[in-house]
């Protein structure tokens, strides 16, 4: 079993920061890529930031300049800072890992449970 566990998300005034935090738990071999998604009403989710394990990042166009997605390998943690958030960023925020188990050896896609992230005018 793995588990992704995120923390961090809640209200801010545009213009303000926030952090969120991802942590990977379980029955991990390794993890690749890591990454942050996030889903507004009404919307598909999207890919907003990610990260490989040798840390190689990629962003939305929507957050480059403004978010920052980092890791640490030893904890298995994923982190999105966030600065000079808009209103256009409000969304449930999801974590992303790729990971191998020592279960079954295969790599699946597991998910957070989601945090919400409400930025106001």
């Known amino acids: 079993q793995v588990q992704l566990v995120e923390s961090g998300g809640g209200l801010v005034q545009a213009g303000g920061s926030l952090r969120l935090n991802c942590a990977a738990s379980?029955?991990?071999?390794?993890?690749?890529?890591m990454g942050w998604y996030r889903q507004a009403p009404g919307k598909q989710r999207e890919l907003v930031a990610a990260?490989?394990?040798?840390?190689?990042?990629n962003y939305a166009d929507s957050v480059k300049g403004r978010f920052t997605i980092s890791r640490d390998n030893a904890k298995n943690t994923v982190t999105l800072q966030m600065n000079s958030l808009k209103p256009g960023d409000t969304a449930v925020y999801y974590c992303?890992?790729?990971?191998?188990?020592?279960?079954?050896?295969?790599?699946?896609?597991?998910w957070g449970q989601g945090t919400q992230v409400t930025v106001s005018s």
């Open positions: 992303n890992a790729r990971i191998r188990t020592t279960t079954d050896w295969k790599t699946s896609d597991y």
């Open positions: 990260i490989t394990s040798g840390g190689s990042t």
């Open positions: 379980g029955s991990i071999f390794n993890i690749n890529a």
